[in-house]
């Protein structure tokens, strides 16, 4: 914002807005006539080229146009840019470009250029592509118009009159003469700087609007975020206490679990120990209960002989059976019967039955029921026998049966009787042998006693360990517990660690637990919260941000953009009014020297009235608004003639007027240099000399390059070019030194 500064501080003055500059060299290679490169050095204030019709004069000065920027293919007198080019002869080829190139004096460095030359060049190719460069590197055209705007050139090439355009500013519109005096009071560098002002002012409104509908756009989102954001912000807080108690009661459970741990330990040791000591005792009482039990067979040696005893037991009840039999068999025989009356007598059945009765007695006063059927079925089946022994003593004869059975009952009673002698051995044996068992009984008994009371102090031991055992797998579960605590906090046993219990000293274990529980709850509560939501949220409101600052930046910027545009209007109109003054009052000053009295006067006036906009639509409608455009009138009053009005001018009066109008601009604000092709053709010879006294009096203020024919312009030039034509269509160029020009203006 130097530039700004600088005009709001005053300190560029208007005469100095335009910078004076020599154009030193003029290099022209391939445009239009001069196919071969030729190169015009101007060292003189006024330099001319002269020469016949068709030679190529006018290719000169539009050489010159054309390297400052001319668009205008029509002003260059063609219709494409193929025209430009030296399009050959039938003894000179055609050239495949254009170049021309000026250089220019910067020794003072006005322009803001690190070179003492500035060499600007412009080449042209056959499918129309331009070349601009500026001291050998390419630009771009808007660089060359910048750069000219700063010499005080513009569009309108105003310090280059054409063949034949004399008399185009008196030909021309108001605005187009506006433009023309614009442009050569020095104020298109403020009319550049004005419309790139404009042009930011109008993307900087663009951009505050766009920027505004974003802003507006990302607000509801932005607010939206931020309320995630906030729930975001609570978790985390929830989830930071929550983290710091988890750890407190980590630490303190895991302290918890291994004192109580510890103590298991200790308490389970001793026990261990005791009941080791305790089931090798009992190993051992138990090892000597077994060897006196064992070893000396008493159990079994006395059911071996109560199993004898059993055997003789029946043995002698199956003898006293046939005894009793044989006996009733010989008191049946005693009694004497006739065979075919033959009955057994009740005495002999009862008799032969009452040893069977006895014996079933006995049997039913065993209390063994076993024992009992085996005997009973013994004594049914001695019964039976019994019965069919008194069926056969119907048949045998009294004598013998008596005889028989005194037999039978004598080897049976002999038989019982040592059946009797070895029950009682037995018996004897038995006694013996129970009384020994008895004794070993009793010492086993002891013995079983402390086996007993060693078992219960094993049991108690077992009891006691299982108790242990089973607060270890309680201290287990809690392990499992943590372990279950750790996996749901979602952190590792080594993030775990730092802090802790020092942040709650004054909560238990279990309260810890009840705090974490509730403080899930409230992580619940609050809901999840995608990390991607809170990512979009710093990001959407870093760009909202972003974009504020944006709008409020580019609403400054636009405000100063405004304020600049303001003032470089106030300085164009400032600038204009001045410089008009100036150039009216010189107008005048030349008017009357040329025609030697009479009045030239150019005025401010409006032409016409323009469309600004429309308002805002208002209850009874709204009225366009319009603004008056102001152009610039030329009054002139001929002395000794009554002409007032441009039109009624002839041709010489019209190029009278247009130089002196020209003049007045030059002197003005000189140009960096004004090139003037055949300006005085119209003139006689006594304006011709007025016209020649002026170009010396010019040529004290600007570069001067004239094309002309006449000898009176001749004389004022420091040096002439000679230009001509040969047979092969190509320009040539022939220098003279000032008193070879004064010498060929006085022939």
Known sequence: MAFRRSIRSGNIPFEHTCIAMRLTELT??????????????????????????????????????????????????????????????????????????????????????????????RKIFRDGTNEYLLNGSPVRLKDIVELLARMGLGETKHNIIGQGEVDRILLASPRDRREM??????????????????????????????????????????????????????????????????????????????????????????????????????????????????PDGIAA???????????????????????????????????????????????????????????????????????????????????????????????????????????????????????GEDLASHRAEVAAELTAMQTSEMALRAEFRRIREREEEASALRIALERLAFEDEKIAMR??????????????????????????????????????????????????IDRAVLDEYAETRARFEFLEKE???????????????AELENRIERDFRDGLAKIRA?????????????????????????????????????????????????KVDLPRKRIKGLAMLSGGERALVSIALLFAITAVNPPPFLVLDETDAALDEANSQKYGAILAELAKRTQLVVITHNRETMKQAGILYGVTMGEDGVTKILSLKLEEAASYGNR
């Open 181 to 294: 005096l614009e442009e050569a009071i020095g104020l298109r560098l403020w009319q550049l700087k004005k419309r790139e002002a404009e042009r930011k002012l109008a993307e900087t409104r663009t951009n505050v609007e766009r920027v505004t509908a974003l802003a507006h756009e990302l607000k509801p989102h932005v607010k939206f975020l931020k309320t995630q954001a906030d729930k975001a912000e609570r978790r985390d807080v929830v989830r930071q206490e929550l983290e710091a108690h988890y750890r407190a009661f980590v630490k303190q459970e895991d302290a918890d679990i291994a004192k109580e741990a510890e103590r298991l330990h200790a308490d389970a040791a001793p026990s261990k120990k005791r009941l080791s000591a305790v089931e090798a005792e009992l190993r051992e009482l138990t090892r000597v209960a077994e060897s006196r039990e064992r």
């Open 28 to 121: 022209i290679a391939g445009f239009k006539s001069f196919a071969k490169t030729t190169t015009f050095s101007f060292t003189a204030p006024v330099s001319a080229v002269v020469g016949p019709n068709g030679s190529g004069k006018s290719n000169v000065a539009e050489a010159i146009r054309w390297v400052l920027g001319e668009q205008s293919l029509k002003t260059l007198r063609g219709k494409k840019g193929e025209d430009l080019i030296f399009n050959g002869s039938p003894t000179a080829p055609r050239m495949g470009k254009a170049s021309v190139r000026i250089t220019l004096d910067n020794r003072d460095h006005a322009l803001p250029i690190d070179f003492d030359a500035v060499t600007l060049e």
């Open 479 to 528: 392990r499992a517990e943590l372990v279950h605590v750790i996996a749901e906090s979602g952190m590792s046993r080594a993030e775990l660690e730092p802090g802790g219990e020092a942040m709650f000293p004054d909560l238990a274990a279990g309260e810890l637990r009840k705090k974490i529980d509730r403080l899930r709850a409230r992580l619940e509560e609050i809901g999840g």
């Open 301 to 419: 040696a006395i059911k071996a002989k109560e199993g004898a005893i059993a055997g003789l037991e029946a043995k002698r009840r199956e003898l006293e059976r046939e005894l009793g039999r044989a006996e009733g068999r010989l008191e049946a025989a005693r009694i004497p019967v006739r065979p075919e009356h033959r009955r057994v007598s009740v005495e002999v059945v009862a008799a032969t039955l009452a040893p069977h009765i006895a014996a079933m007695r006995t049997a039913l006063a065993a209390s063994d029921i076993a024992a009992l059927r085996q005997r009973m079925t013994e004594r049914l089946s001695d019964l039976e026998g019994a019965i069919r022994d008194l069926h056969g003593k119907r048949s045998e004869s009294g004598g013998e049966a008596a005889e028989h059975v005194v037999d039978e009952r004598r080897r049976i009673t002999e038989e019982l009787t040592r059946i």
């Open 586 to 634: 010189s107008f005048a000053e030349y008017f009357r020297i040329i025609f030697g009295g009479g009045k030239g006067d150019i005025s401010y006036v409006p032409f016409r009235a323009v469309p600004a906009g429309r308002g805002e639509a208002g209850g009874g409608g709204a009225e366009e608004e319009r603004t008056v455009e102001y152009g610039i009138d030329i």
């Open 551 to 565: 709008l409020a930046d580019l609403e400054a910027a636009e405000d100063d953009l405004r304020d600049l545009v």
